[in-house]
């Protein structure tokens, strides 16, 4: 009963968290969450850079993300501190690929691509674990790689399904102009398109796009990965390992080739991107991964998960990553501010 009510829950907290997001995101208020003064430029004037709620909402993500990987590979009785050196292994890979792959694909310097990353941590994770399983002596140490893998790309698929609201909220990765659309998509999404406003928006400043209706991909993203999330939970708990570590990977990165046909962002050159080609290579590696990682039949204890997460060690891990994640992610690197203060003289 207690994994029926902890799939229960966190459905109503994902279902909330989704409402409010994409009925506010969008707006300008909400992609510069303060300005710091760094440098005086006049008199009265500095020049500032800008913490955003992109930084924020990805901070959080991958908190979320972080805590669900704990829970199910603490439910294995992976012990914590492994844990912790695995994720800041992998994460310490899959982060630094993140801007380079953007790079390398986009041409662009200042920014970041998600997909990229997975992709990268799809590929190196098993070996990852399997190496660490084995130095630190596991039995049956490959047999325990796809259940941990497992947990992992439930993991990422809860990161990257919060992670969208991140997306909203700057306005990138974002959808076509409604009008430039099939009739069939126009009557299916004309009531429940997105509208971004705010000129610093990507989509303002790189497509025009503002004020303008557009299909919202990232709404749709974050629905199908939160709830695929959720069911691949789900499956986890009752030892479904194999079933919930190819379903996670197939929708993920099935619905990344096909949602780049409903993108309005640059993507690459070529009618199928390099990210396109990236989302297939790891639904196949996925696949091989099973025959050589075939996973035993692990009951997983979600009590010894939750009670793994409740302790005051891992509570500290989580809080320092949460806050170097927001610095890394949160620090604009495309927007600017000129800060003034004055003296409510009135008050005086």
């Not at 008199?43 to 669900?68: C, E, M, Q, R």
């Not at 294995?76 to 994460?91: E, N």
């Not at 190496?131 to 325990?144: H, P, R, S, V, W």
């Not at 430039?180 to 990507?202: E, I, Y």
Request: charged share 10%.
């Amino acid at each position: 009963m207690i994994n029926e009510l902890f799939i229960i829950v966190l459905t109503v907290l994902c279902t909330l968290y989704l409402r409010w997001g994409f009925r506010v995101l969008p707006l300008e208020g909400w992609q510069i969450l303060a300005s710091l003064p760094v440098r005086k430029i006049g008199p009265d004037t500095w020049d500032g850079i800008n913490l955003t709620y992109y930084g924020l909402l990805s901070a959080t993500a991958y908190l979320v993300s972080i805590a669900s990987m704990i829970i199910l590979m603490g439910s294995l009785g992976v012990p914590d501190v492994h844990i912790a050196f695995l994720a800041m292994t992998i994460l310490a890979i899959c982060l630094p690929a993140s801007p380079i792959i953007a790079r390398l694909v986009e041409k662009k310097p200042f920014t970041l691509t998600v997909g990229g990353a997975s992709f990268v941590g799809i590929l190196l994770a098993p070996w990852i674990i399997w190496g660490a399983y084995t130095i630190l002596k596991y039995k049956d140490a490959k047999f325990l790689v796809m259940p941990s893998l497992t947990a992992m790309v439930i993991a990422y698929t809860f990161g990257e399904g919060l992670g969208r609201l991140a997306c909203i909220s700057f306005g990138c990765c974002y959808g076509k102009s409604l009008d430039d659309c099939s009739p069939f998509l126009q009557n299916l999404f004309k009531n429940h398109c997105f509208v971004f406003t705010g000129k610093t928006k990507k989509i303002a400043y790189a497509s025009g796009l503002d004020g303008k209706k557009v299909l919202p991909v990232q709404a749709l993203t974050a629905s199908l990965f939160l709830f695929t999330a959720l069911f691949c939970t789900y499956l986890f708990l009752k030892a479904c390992h194999t079933a919930a570590f190819l379903i996670g990977v197939i929708i993920t990165q099935g619905w990344r080739v096909f949602s780049e046909t409903l993108r309005a962002d640059y993507r690459g050159e070529g009618k199928l991107s390099t990210y396109q080609i990236m989302a297939l290579v790891s639904i196949v590696t996925a696949i091989f991964l099973t025959y050589f990682f075939p996973a035993p039949d692990v009951f997983p204890d979600l009590r010894a998960g939750l009670a793994l997460l409740w302790n005051p060690g891992m509570i500290f891990f989580l809080i320092f990553w949460w806050i170097g994640t927001f610095l890394y992610t949160g620090l604009s690197r495309v927007t600017g501010s000129r800060v003034t203060f004055h003296v409510h003289t009135q008050r005086i």
